[in-house]
Structures are given as structure tokens and as C-alpha cells.
């Protein structure tokens, strides 16, 4: 069955700290991965997504993410962290085949960014 | 265009009673999908429709209908609400291949 694991629940870094955030997933075949960032109150925003090709892709707000087959991850990385990107990060593959056409997400992990 | 818009944005029901969530979409997608959100378990997805006139279950269908009016309605029906659907519910479109999913604000549900 298609899953995702975000094993890091609460994260804090200090502004301008890099920041790494963990994703693992488990699907059977291509996976299409994404990231998507919640704001409080709102809804989801995608920061970027994997498809195919290149496996380091680029994302909106400087975030960009790798994709390890080996590994089966998916991180997504910023070089500085800027105050205002303290949210809810929400990694999720794409389930794709027949009639099927499904989203699934991980837990989340929550970022605070120290000043 | 206003993309996806869900109503209500905010409602307490009794337990027992009954309500629709509906959701409406401009972005000419098939494929539309139920979450909900709760602390520490992420978005778990309650039904989706791949397509106008199909509706499949996801992870929690328990407790929930779905109809699929036509290619840009989707509603959740609770029939007889409890405490444990106590939740923020999202509708999300498109999400197919080659494309990501596109979010409404949620309604923020309060079963007491």
C-alpha cells in the first residue's frame, strides 16, 4: 500500500539556519511526490512537485527537494530559513493507475523559526 | 476565477444531526478528493472521485457520504455526526498525473 512517513513531528531552526525536512514514502512503482506548506487558518500550498527527470527539483520561496530512489526520499531542503516560513509542511505522493487517482499525505511537520 | 470554494466555513452541529459540506470548483479538473485534518495525523482522505459519476473511498470513509452532482460539485454528507468527526475537512481537485492538487480554505467542523 501507498504511504508516507514524515518522521519529524516539531522542528525549530533559527532564522537564517538551513533547514532540511525528512520524507519517505513507499509506492510501488514512479512515485509523483510533492510538498505542500499550510499556513495557520489556511489551506495547502504547493511548494513543488516531482514528476520525473531531474531529480533535484526547485519550488517556490526557495525551497527545493531531492529525489532518492535508493532511499526512497524525498526531503526538502532551504539554505535559509526566513521567519516567515514557520508552518506546517505536508509531504504526499500521487497514487495513479486505472480508476485510481488518490493524494496521500504524511503526519506533517510543524517548523518554528527562532529569531 | 475563484478556484476551489468550500461552505460552510465554519459549523457546530449537535451530535445527530445531520449537514452537508459542499464544494464547488472552477479549474475544469476530474479528479476531486475529501480530507480531513486532524492534530498529528496529517490529511487523511475520506472519498475521492476520479471522474464525474465515480466516487471511491479513501482511508476514514466511515460515517460519510459523497456525491459527485457533476464535473465541478462534490459534497460530504454526515448523516448522524459525532464527536470524532470533530475535524478541519479540505476539498482538493486535480492531483492526476503531471499535475498537483489544488486546495479550498476547509471548514473548520465542531460535533459536540
Known amino acids: 500500500a501507498q504511504s508516507v512517513t514524515q518522521p519529524d513531528i516539531h522542528i525549530t531552526v533559527s532564522e537564517g539556519a538551513s533547514l532540511e525536512l525528512r520524507c519517505n514514502y513507499s509506492y510501488g512503482a514512479t512515485p509523483y511526490l510533492f510538498w505542500y506548506v499550510q499556513s495557520p487558518g489556511q489551506g495547502l500550498q504547493l511548494l513543488l512537485k516531482y514528476f520525473s527527470g531531474d531529480t533535484l527539483v526547485q519550488g517556490i520561496k526557495g525551497f527545493e527537494a531531492e529525489f532518492k530512489r535508493s532511499q526512497s526520499s524525498f526531503n526538502l531542503r532551504k539554505p535559509s530559513v526566513h521567519w516567515s516560513d514557520a508552518a506546517e509542511y505536508f509531504c504526499?505522493?500521487?497514487?495513479?493507475?486505472?480508476?485510481?487517482?488518490?493524494?496521500?499525505f504524511g503526519t506533517g511537520t510543524l517548523l518554528a523559526v527562532q529569531p | 476565477n475563484a478556484g476551489v470554494t468550500q461552505t460552510p466555513k465554519f459549523q457546530v452541529l449537535k451530535t445527530g444531526q445531520s449537514m452537508t459540506l459542499q464544494c464547488a470548483q472552477d479549474m475544469n479538473h476530474n479528479s476531486m478528493y475529501w480530507y480531513r485534518q486532524d492534530p498529528g495525523m496529517g490529511l487523511r482522505l475520506i472519498y475521492y472521485?476520479?471522474?464525474?459519476?465515480?466516487?471511491d473511498k479513501g482511508e476514514v470513509p466511515n460515517g460519510y457520504n459523497v456525491s459527485r452532482l457533476n464535473k465541478r460539485e462534490f459534497s460530504l454528507r454526515l448523516e448522524s455526526a459525532a464527536p470524532s468527526q470533530t475535524s478541519v475537512y479540505f476539498c482538493a481537485v486535480g492531483g492526476g498525473p503531471v499535475t498537483e492538487a489544488f486546495f479550498g480554505q476547509g471548514t473548520r467542523l465542531t460535533v459536540v
Open positions: 472521485s476520479a471522474s464525474e459519476g465515480t466516487t
Open positions: 504526499a505522493v500521487g497514487a495513479y493507475g486505472g480508476a485510481t487517482n488518490k493524494l496521500i
